[in-house]
């Protein structure tokens, strides 16, 4: 499956972004899905996963609270909504998906082009 992800872009510390995973071909049902990131100098973190259809969700310490993972299965998409943003959340966000088991930092069979967060302080 191929992922795409979008949504996004510069913002002040505290304030939102939405993220959206989509796939060009075929079809995320049955996948288990997640966002990673990567921040320059760091290791890929694991931010948020959510099973299939959707009822089992977990998410990193660190964005506990200010992050939700959701999944839209009608329309073959995976957001992460992102409230409170904070400087240290600046990194290369990635779509990632697995059939086989919950997606972690390090294991996924499938991922997408990240898109760049950026928050300003």
């Known amino acids: 499956v191929q992922l795409q992800a979008s949504g996004g872009g510069l913002v002040q510390a505290g304030g939102s972004l939405r993220l959206s995973c989509a796939t060009s071909?075929?079809?995320?049902?049955?996948?288990?899905m997640g966002w990673i990131r990567q921040a320059p100098g760091k290791e890929r973190e694991f931010v948020a996963g959510?099973?299939?259809?959707?009822?089992?969700?977990n998410y990193a310490d660190s964005v506990k609270g200010r992050f939700a993972i959701s999944r839209d299965n009608v329309k073959n998409t995976v957001d992460l909504q992102m409230n409170s943003l904070k400087p240290e959340d600046t990194a290369i966000y990635y779509c990632?998906?697995?059939?086989?088991?919950?997606?972690?930092?390090?294991?996924?069979?499938?991922w997408g082009r990240g898109t760049q967060v950026t928050v300003s302080s």
């Open positions: 071909e075929g079809t995320l049902s049955y996948y288990y």
């Open positions: 959510i099973s299939w259809p959707g009822r089992n969700k």
């Open positions: 990632a998906a697995d059939r086989r088991a919950p997606v972690t930092s390090t294991g996924a069979a499938f």
